[in-house]
T-cell receptor
Framework: AQTVTQSQPEMSVQEAETVTLSCTYD???????LFWYKQPPSRQMILVIR??????QNATENRFSVNFQKAAKSFSLKISDSQLGDAAMYFC????????????FGTGTRLTIIP | NAGVTQTPKFQVLKTGQSMTLQCAQD?????MYWYRQDPGMGLRLIYY???????DKGEVPNGYNVSRLNKREFSLRLESAAPSQTSVYFC?????????????FGPGTRLTVT
């Protein structure tokens, strides 16, 4: 079974600084997707960014970017110019791109923004 | 456009009681999901419906049943609640079941079983 590991239960960053959240995953598949979801205090899960394993270029969405290292099975999220609204739990997730494969989540990293 | 809605937002049950969590989406999505979120464990899939008329077990289906009432609605039923089912429950939907489709989540239901 696929597993997703987030080894940093908590992280903090000064407002306007850059922070990187780590994620590793275990799979024998070559075709899959990786996701970062944000869960603010409101509890609503929101997709931050998505990466397709076959695309070599790292995905970016405004201040959010990823460092996708396929051989190392690593998928980190970089948040630049951190803002107070970025405070949330961040979940890394994996999904193989075939059949009835489900979305597998990591255990999350709680990000605190220090004003 | 409300997205994914869930009712109720909070519920307290006694052991052995039953209840149904309701979920509806207005995005014309084909696939719907029920997850539970426990501290330190991320989200785990309970049941899913890849398309209207189908339902399948996820990672932790024991103690739950689901009904895909129509394309919009997907309910989760606890027949005899147990304290181990204390959790936050999320419903989600996606356009298709395929790998890269974004899942859109509801606001969650916090359930406490005493």
């Amino acid at each position: 079974a696929q597993t997703v590991t987030q080894s940093q239960p908590e992280m903090s960053v000064q407002e306007a600084e850059t922070v990187t959240l780590s994620c590793t995953y275990d799979t024998s598949e070559s075709d899959y997707y990786l996701f970062w979801y944000k869960q603010p205090p409101s509890r609503q899960m929101i997709l931050v960014i998505r990466q397709e394993a076959y695309k070599q270029q790292n995905a970016t969405e405004n201040r959010f970017s990823v460092n996708f290292q396929k051989a190392a099975k690593s998928f980190s999220l970089k948040i630049s110019d951190s803002q107070l609204g970025d405070a949330a739990m961040y979940f890394c997730a994996y999904r193989a791109n075939f059949g009835n494969e489900k979305l597998t989540f990591g255990t999350g990293t709680r990000l605190t923004i220090i004003p | 456009n409300a997205g994914v809605t869930q009712t109720p937002k909070f519920q307290v049950l006694k052991t052995g009681q039953s209840m149904t969590l309701q979920c509806a989406q207005d995005m014309n999505h084909n696939s719907m999901y029920w997850y539970r979120q426990d501290p330190g464990m991320g989200l785990r899939l309970i049941y899913y419906s890849a398309s209207e008329g189908t339902t399948d077990k996820g990672e932790v289906p024991n103690g739950y049943n689901v009904s895909r009432l129509n394309k919009r609605e997907f309910s989760l039923r606890l027949e005899s609640a147990a304290p181990s089912q204390t959790s936050v429950y999320f419903c989600a939907s996606s356009p298709l079941f395929a790998g890269g489709n974004e899942q859109y989540f509801g606001p969650g239901t916090r359930l406490t079983v005493t």
